[in-house]
């Protein structure tokens, strides 16, 4: 429903959201067998009718969430559009709000899956499907920016689910941890032990923190925050993940077992690592978008990274001029006013990292121009980075609040707020570190090397020690 809500015009909505808001089922179409994180390459095509009344929808999709129960769709479709440029026919994307009533639309069964298997996932087919005029959504021809926009408005609530999931895998963990006696004393007395649940516990309070933090900005009416929906998404599904498989460590054989209820939870998580944008295109999503933000006051640099979100194939297409000014900044933010007292030296570290991260990203635009598009090993770390500032404000932030409120638990966010930061920071460092020093480069080179030998081979290059 989420593309009637956003995009819908006045009709649209009344006769629309009650039914999907009283029982009818919606479904979002976009994945086609060709066509997953490169949306624009999907087949699928919708052209007018003769009479000009209805559009002639024929394709397919796959993966689609309730594809086999919603009466109401949101289709992507290519369709034919005058460039107002050149006035030749091109095709550009439109989306359609389809009901199944209409006719020719069909689906398969429903997948067998991993994970998430009472979720009703199937492939759905439109045969000659008519489609009437008035039901496109959002206007001809810009249905990436209703997609776009569909999947960036869905990314905040995962961190908000998720922080849940990681609260029930902790309980299921400690209500083990010590009650498991070892060696003479309870497991929870062992620092391997206690490094676990630390560990588990910070990740649980940064995406707690960041799901809080995203959606307040959305109530107070930022219109920006898919930047910031984006990291949460990414790290909120890896940390989940991370959070569950301790806790099936620390129960050892017990959270293998399928009745404690934790291997079910695995299967389930592996997906949001997956689906509303893979981790990997977001973290390039992040870290070009970053760039473009770091690099506001070179102008010409600015086209290459205009609409990162939409579609990376665009993006390498485009052109910019090499730049050399700088865009570092000259010093470190002073921060340390905006938290608590207690929290100086923790925001004092953050400082020196964010300056230091400006610093690298001014040197890369230097070295690589618009080629630093195609340097992935080198985005990665820079969304790694990112990930890693984003969260430790969020933390101090949340801590802070809690400490000038005198919360009870104002001490233990402290120490999660501080223990989360040092670690952050130092993994700022080795990120950065990676991205400017020679040897590391030429290490990613090396890395490429491997995964073109292994690809060409088909699998495992070298002979085992037996030669066979």
Same mark, same amino acid.
């Given at each position: 429903m989420s593309g009637i809500l956003l995009f819908g015009n006045k009709e649209q909505k009344e006769k629309y959201l009650p039914r999907v808001s009283s029982g009818e089922f919606a479904a979002f179409c976009l994945t086609e067998p060709s066509s997953g994180s490169d949306a624009g390459s999907i087949k699928t095509r919708a052209v007018l009718s003769e009479d000009g009344k209805h559009y002639i929808l024929n394709g397919s999709k796959i993966w689609i969430s309730n594809g086999g129960l919603a009466e109401i769709m949101t289709v992507f479709a290519q369709t034919p559009v005058q460039d107002p440029k050149t006035g030749k026919t091109i095709d550009k994307v439109t989306a359609f709000i389809v009901e199944?009533?209409?006719?020719?639309?069909?689906?398969?069964?429903?997948?067998?899956?991993?994970?998430?298997?009472?979720?009703?996932?199937?492939?759905?087919?439109?045969?000659?499907?008519?489609?009437?005029?008035?039901?496109?959504?959002?206007?001809?021809?810009?249905?990436?920016?209703?997609?776009?926009?569909?999947?960036?408005?869905?990314?905040?609530?995962?961190?908000?689910?998720?922080?849940?999931?990681?609260?029930?895998?902790?309980?299921?963990?400690?209500?083990?941890?010590?009650?498991?006696?070892?060696?003479?004393?309870?497991?929870?007395?062992?620092?391997?032990i206690q490094e676990k649940i630390a560990k588990m516990s910070m990740l649980q309070y940064v995406t707690e923190s960041m799901a809080y933090m995203i959606s307040g900005n959305m109530d107070s009416g930022s219109k920006h925050y898919h930047l910031e929906a984006a990291i949460s998404k990414c790290f909120a599904s890896e940390a989940a993940w991370y959070v569950c498989d301790e806790a099936i460590q620390i129960m050892g054989g017990m959270g293998f077992m399928k009745h404690t209820g934790l291997e079910r939870i695995m299967r389930d998580?592996?997906?949001? *690592? $997956?689906?509303?944008? #893979?981790? !990997? =295109?977001?973290?390039?999503?992040?870290?070009?978008?970053?760039?473009?933000?770091?690099?506001?006051?070179?102008?010409?640099?600015?086209?290459?990274?205009?609409?990162p979100a939409a579609n990376l194939g665009l993006i390498f297409g485009e052109a910019s001029k090499r730049v050399v000014r700088k865009v570092g900044l000259?010093?470190?933010?002073?921060?340390?006013?905006?938290?608590?007292?207690?929290?100086?030296?923790?925001?004092?570290?953050?400082?020196?990292?964010?300056?230091?991260?400006?610093?690298?990203?001014?040197?890369?635009?230097?070295?690589?121009?618009?080629?630093?598009?195609?340097?992935?090993?080198?985005?990665? *770390? $820079?969304?790694?980075? #990112?990930? !890693? =500032?984003?969260?430790?404000a969020v933390a101090l932030s949340r801590a802070s609040m809690a400490l000038s409120e005198n919360s009870d638990t104002a001490t233990h966010e402290k120490l999660m707020a501080q223990a989360w930061t040092l670690e952050a920071m130092d993994r700022v460092k080795i990120n950065l570190q990676y991205i400017l020093r020679g040897q590391n480069l030429d290490n990613f080179q090396k890395m490429s090397a491997i995964s073109k030998n292994v690809c060409t081979a088909g699998g495992v290059v070298q002979l085992n020690p037996l030669k066979i």
């Open positions: 199944r009533s209409f006719g020719g639309v069909t689906n398969g069964p429903p997948e067998k899956k991993m994970g998430i298997k009472c979720s009703n996932t199937a492939e759905v087919y439109y045969d000659n499907v008519p489609i009437p005029v008035e039901n496109v959504l959002g206007g001809v021809g810009n249905g990436f920016k209703v997609a776009m926009n569909i999947l960036n408005n869905g990314r905040f609530g995962m961190a908000a689910a998720l922080s849940g999931t990681m609260k029930t895998c902790i309980k299921k963990a400690v209500d083990f941890a010590t009650q498991r006696t070892q060696f003479g004393q309870r497991i929870d007395n062992f620092g391997g998580l592996r997906i949001f *690592r $997956i689906f509303e944008g #893979t981790n !990997d =295109i977001l973290r390039l999503f992040v870290a070009l978008t970053g760039i473009q933000y770091a690099g506001a006051s070179l102008r010409e640099l600015q086209q290459a990274f205009k609409n000259s010093s470190p933010p002073a921060i340390e006013h905006l938290v608590h007292r207690d929290l100086v030296g923790a925001a004092t570290m953050l400082a020196k990292e964010i300056d230091s991260f400006g610093q690298t990203i001014e040197m890369i635009l230097i070295k690589y121009g618009k080629g630093i598009v195609n340097e992935q090993f080198i985005l990665n *770390r $820079i969304a790694n980075a #990112t990930f !890693d =500032i984003f969260s430790s």
